[in-house]
């Protein structure tokens, strides 16, 4: 079964740093895509940035960028110069061939001002 | 094509008693999904659709739950004989593969 694992239950950086936020997953297939999905407080959940898993070049979307490492299962998201606007849970999931989507427990991540 | 919307946002409902909710995915989308969702946690996988097919319900998923999609346009997911355990957000989303899943906002439910 594919399993998505988010080993940072909770972050906080200062506002105008770089963060990573870990993700690795398992799975057996070869063609899969991945996401980064953002959830404020009390609001729904949007997507980030997806990254198909046949492209060997890492997704960019201004300032939140992915190093993907296939062979390493690992999908790490990069948000450059945070901003407050940036508080959120931020979830890595994972969709398979079937398109069933899996969900990894989420990061807390806090800008401080 | 406003996205996917749930309803009702809120429902707060006694133990025992059923109910329903309801999601209106983006009508072009043949995908429907829903997740359970409680505080600080990852959504959890319920059951997703194909237009009308339901292709697969959780295994760790009640008898008490169930969900349908007819007409291959909104859907109902159903809870009977609700438990305090039940309480959690179920959120709905939709999509038209290979593309990401949109979210609705989500129903809270709180069993008393």
């Known amino acids: 079964a594919q399993t998505v694992t988010q080993s940072q239950p909770e972050m906080s950086v200062q506002e105008a740093e770089t963060v990573t936020l870990s993700c690795t997953y398992d799975t057996s297939e070869s063609n899969y895509y991945l996401f980064w999905y953002k959830q404020p407080p009390s609001r729904q959940m949007i997507l980030v940035i997806r990254q198909e898993a046949y492209k060997q070049q890492n997704a960019t979307e201004n300032r939140f960028s992915v190093n993907f490492q296939k062979a390493a299962k690992s999908f790490s998201l990069k948000i450059s110069d945070s901003q407050l606007g940036d508080t959120a849970m931020y979830f890595c999931a994972f969709i398979s061939r079937d398109d069933k989507i899996i969900f990894g427990k989420g990061t807390r991540l806090h800008i401080l001002p | 094509d406003t996205g996917v919307s749930q309803d009702p946002r809120h429902k707060i409902t006694k133990r025992g008693q059923n109910v329903t909710f309801r999601c209106d995915p983006i009508?072009?989308?043949?995908?429907l999904y829903w997740y359970r969702q409680t505080l600080g946690q990852g959504p959890e996988f319920l059951t997703y659709?194909?237009?009308?097919?339901?292709?697969?319900k959780s295994r760790l998923l009640s008898d008490r739950f169930s969900a349908e999609r007819p007409k291959g346009s909104f859907s109902t997911l159903e809870i009977q004989r609700t438990e305090q355990g039940d309480s959690a957000m179920y959120l709905c989303a939709s999509s038209l593969p290979p593309g990401e899943a949109f979210f609705g906002q989500g129903t809270r439910l709180t069993v008393v």
């Open positions: 659709f194909q237009n009308e097919a339901q292709l697969e």
């Open positions: 009508s072009e989308h043949n995908r």
